[in-house]
């Protein structure tokens, strides 16, 4: 008998969402964010996303939380330490209507691997066909990301230097 | 700001864990047309061995040297894949449309193949220094920048 780990991912990934919210302490929020990634890559793996899984477990649990941890370390102890004020009435009221509402719209979406659904209908079936003959890649994440849709890539690329670059000119500033 | 760890455990465990995490990006950058993984991710893995050695021997430890100059190389991985797509031009096809790669007795699919190739590896190079570069911006010392004022 095969043991669906579906519900359980589910409800470690809303706990650790909402763990990293409620806790006090910036730091354990870090760490616990870190586990979301985890869990959330693991999750992407089971779905199938392997590709996805990989960076979200590399990216989001690796490198994102060394990066706030740095951050948190230049900063004073009672800067790290959150005090909440109670939600507004309007908050608790309005955002249930919300969720109430996305789940009624959840309802309309196609189901999980559905082959008529409109994603797997448009382009995938000529990538999936076409991948292996046009471009020798095995792969077909990698000949979508690198090849068919190379432009969209080579922007994120761009996204990513600028990021470091305005963190440098941010940080990296020498005081006259 | 961050200085060499002082304990033997983790500077043995360090200098044991950065040459595998650097071959295992290696790894995943290069056989990205056949596993999961590539540029992005590979580049990644990359930057976090190069921070690893960072974080343990600090930023001028002899095992940082590698960080140290890489840093210096800001926007050569733009560089790699926007000279892919310009060599695509020069060869006579539209940019990034890597059939244009003017290369004699390589048949398309396989000129595709090295386009793939190489701008992944133009990613990984902006990818990797660009999480050096955030890491050295986000541990700049105040007191040594005062210090050095």
Request: hydrophobic letters at 50%; glycine letters at 10%.
């Given at each position: 008998m095969t043991f669906s780990f579906e519900i359980p991912l589910l409800i470690l990934l809303i706990l650790t969402a909402a763990g990293s919210i409620l806790v006090k302490d910036l730091v354990p929020a870090v760490f616990i964010l870190g586990t979301y990634s985890f869990f959330l890559a693991l999750l992407w793996a089971w779905l199938g996303a392997v590709d996805v899984a990989f960076v979200e477990a590399v990216v989001g649990a690796g490198l994102a939380t060394v990066f706030f941890l740095l951050t948190l370390f230049g900063t004073a102890p009672k800067d790290t330490r959150i005090r909440r004020p109670p939600p507004p009435w309007a908050a608790l009221v309005g955002l249930p209507m919300l969720g109430f509402l996305l789940l009624y719209a959840a309802n309309d979406l196609p189901k999980?691997?559905?082959?008529?659904?409109p994603a797997s209908v448009h382009v995938s079936p000529f990538y999936l066909e076409n991948s292996l003959k046009d471009?020798?890649?095995?792969?077909v994440v990698t000949s979508v990301l690198m090849d068919y849709r190379s432009f969209d890539t080579l922007i994120e690329t761009v996204v990513i230097f600028t990021a470091g670059i305005a963190c440098a000119l941010l940080l990296r500033r020498k005081q006259e | 700001m961050i200085q060499a760890h002082d304990s033997v455990i983790v500077l043995t465990l360090g200098r044991l864990l950065i040459p595998l995490v650097q071959l295992y990006g290696l790894y995943v950058l290069f056989l990205g047309q056949y596993t999961p993984g590539g540029g992005f991710v590979g580049g990644v893995i990359f930057a976090t061995s190069m921070i690893i050695s960072i974080l343990i021997f600090?930023?001028?430890g002899s095992y940082s040297s590698l960080a140290r100059n890489v840093v210096?190389?800001?926007g050569l991985g733009l560089l790699i894949f926007v000279g892919v797509g310009v060599l695509c031009l020069i060869g006579g096809?539209?940019?990034?449309?890597?059939?244009?790669?003017?290369?004699?007795?390589?048949?398309v699919a396989s000129r595709r193949y090295l386009g793939i190739l190489l701008t992944q590896i133009g990613v990984a190079v902006d990818v990797a220094v660009t999480g050096i570069s955030i890491v050295f911006s986000l541990s700049y010392d105040n007191n040594d920048r005062e210090s050095r004022a």
């Amino acid at each position: 008998m095969t043991f669906s780990f579906e519900i359980p991912l589910l409800i470690l990934l809303i706990l650790t969402a909402a763990g990293s919210i409620l806790v006090k302490d910036l730091v354990p929020a870090v760490f616990i964010l870190g586990t979301y990634s985890f869990f959330l890559a693991l999750l992407w793996a089971w779905l199938g996303a392997v590709d996805v899984a990989f960076v979200e477990a590399v990216v989001g649990a690796g490198l994102a939380t060394v990066f706030f941890l740095l951050t948190l370390f230049g900063t004073a102890p009672k800067d790290t330490r959150i005090r909440r004020p109670p939600p507004p009435w309007a908050a608790l009221v309005g955002l249930p209507m919300l969720g109430f509402l996305l789940l009624y719209a959840a309802n309309d979406l196609p189901k999980f691997g559905d082959p008529t659904s409109p994603a797997s209908v448009h382009v995938s079936p000529f990538y999936l066909e076409n991948s292996l003959k046009d471009t020798h890649t095995p792969n077909v994440v990698t000949s979508v990301l690198m090849d068919y849709r190379s432009f969209d890539t080579l922007i994120e690329t761009v996204v990513i230097f600028t990021a470091g670059i305005a963190c440098a000119l941010l940080l990296r500033r020498k005081q006259e | 700001m961050i200085q060499a760890h002082d304990s033997v455990i983790v500077l043995t465990l360090g200098r044991l864990l950065i040459p595998l995490v650097q071959l295992y990006g290696l790894y995943v950058l290069f056989l990205g047309q056949y596993t999961p993984g590539g540029g992005f991710v590979g580049g990644v893995i990359f930057a976090t061995s190069m921070i690893i050695s960072i974080l343990i021997f600090g930023p001028s430890g002899s095992y940082s040297s590698l960080a140290r100059n890489v840093v210096n190389g800001d926007g050569l991985g733009l560089l790699i894949f926007v000279g892919v797509g310009v060599l695509c031009l020069i060869g006579g096809g539209q940019f990034l449309n890597y059939a244009g790669i003017e290369i004699p007795g390589l048949e398309v699919a396989s000129r595709r193949y090295l386009g793939i190739l190489l701008t992944q590896i133009g990613v990984a190079v902006d990818v990797a220094v660009t999480g050096i570069s955030i890491v050295f911006s986000l541990s700049y010392d105040n007191n040594d920048r005062e210090s050095r004022a």
